[in-house]
């Protein structure tokens, strides 16, 4: 099966293409973020990660930890 069309005209991918596709969908998404000046969140070393300009300050962010108040 290559590139075929569906019935209602939408491409099919083999299993072999559809990594290609998912990354070049994700490496235009994030380009297209970074020339808009927009973040973006991506996972880095197990954990989300907010990259770009304009993030949000990891400082302010809700901690890990539960809350220890009475």
């Known amino acids: ?3 075929t069309t569906s019935s209602n005209s939408t491409p099919v991918l083999d299993a072999q293409q559809l990594p290609a596709a998912l990354q070049a969908t994700a490496t235009s998404t994030l380009e297209r973020k970074r ?3 927009h973040y973006a969140v991506v ?5 989300p990660v907010a990259i770009g300009e304009d ?4 400082d302010a962010a809700p901690s890990d930890k539960p ?3 009475p």
Do not use: C, E, V
């Open 1 to 3: 099966m290559n590139n």
């Open 35 to 37: 020339r808009l000046g």
């Open 43 to 47: 996972w880095q070393d197990g954990r």
């Open 55 to 58: 993030r949000p300050d990891t």
């Open 67 to 69: 809350d220890q108040s």
